[in-house]
């Protein structure tokens, strides 16, 4: 199956969401509350994305042979968590483009962005308790629901931290991102699993599988920034002007002699606006000159093999399938 196949089949699978989300957080402005939440929160929703994580959690459940129906209520919580982590994630960053348009912070103001996220996920868990599931499968989707957001909430504390670190390690950055991305990247097919009825074997497994994949997602998500821009306006080199710790940052401050450390720290804790195009351009010779690039991918390749050979022992029907989803995953390019 190629490349453009798999994107079709997650969006096939992925946007069978949108009608029911609108059934969850209506599109029409009715209030005066909702021109505040309901209308900023689909501006955010419309301009693009995936859909990925509610695909996810369909198919890992159809996979493992459970009912889909059962499903749909975790993958659209799911789809709503990753909206609401990414519209506080704008605020947090400063980040003034989203998919291409202003985010939602730029549009109507810093305190209706935190709002309408902080109601998005109170209609998450919301929609998780309305499953027509047994109680104590509903009990067990919460809790983990609960623990990716906590755990990705811990990612999130070293990630706002770490900017411009000069004690960066690549090793805290593998924990950074396993912590920030690997929970609520996994998070949608533990769901779906859960639903199918797997034993609990299975379900760490899953969790190890988030470790890996979400990790090397993140590594990717790293490279994006300096070679096709992260949907910023085609801005290359975000990453750098925000100070973030990246894997590139990290393999870069562990092999730069004691000037080029002192220059390129002294570049990441630049105010944004005050970054030059010089600045970026200096950093990323600098990530050419010791193959930080290069390192980074390898690393990314390894991680996406160990996650394909957890796969391998999990009862999945196409595991193949499985497969190329995993690899479309981890070699996106946008």
Known sequence: MKQEEIEELIKSYGYRVDKELEKIIEKEVKSDFSKWLNEPIWYHM?????????????????????????????????????????????????????????????????????????YMIAKAYET?????????????????FTETLIKTGEGQALDVNYRA?????????????????????????????????????????LWKLGGNLGTSFQIRDDIIDLTEGKGRGGKIGCDIKEGKPSILFAHALS???????????????????????EDIEWVINLYKKYGTIEFAQQKAEELAEEALEIIDKIDFEKKDLIKKITEFIVSRKK
């Not at 998780?128 to 983990?144: F, G, N, R, V």
């Not at 004691?258 to 005050?274: F, G």
């Open 128 to 144: 998780i308790l309305k499953s027509d599931l047994p109680l104590e499968k509903i009990k067990k989707l919460i809790q983990i």
């Open 255 to 277: 092999k730069a002699n004691s000037e080029e450390k002192k220059k390129l720290i002294k570049i990441m804790k630049k105010p944004r606006d005050e970054t030059t195009k």
């Open 165 to 205: 670190y000069e004690n960066l390690t690549v090793e805290k950055y593998l924990e950074l991102a396993e912590l920030k991305t690997g929970y609520y990247l996994i998070c949608p097919v533990v769901g779906g699993s859960i639903v199918a009825g797997v034993p609990e074997s299975v379900i760490k497994e």
């Open 46 to 118: 419309g301009t693009g994305g995936k859909r990925l994580r509610p695909a996810l959690c369909l198919l890992s459940c159809e996979l493992l042979g459970g009912d889909v129906e059962k499903a749909l209520n975790f993958a659209l919580a799911c789809e709503i968590m990753h909206n609401y982590l990414l519209l506080h994630d704008d605020v947090m960053d400063g980040d003034t483009v989203r998919r291409d348009f202003p985010t939602v912070w730029v549009k109507y103001g810093v305190p209706n962005a935190i709002n309408a996220g902080d």
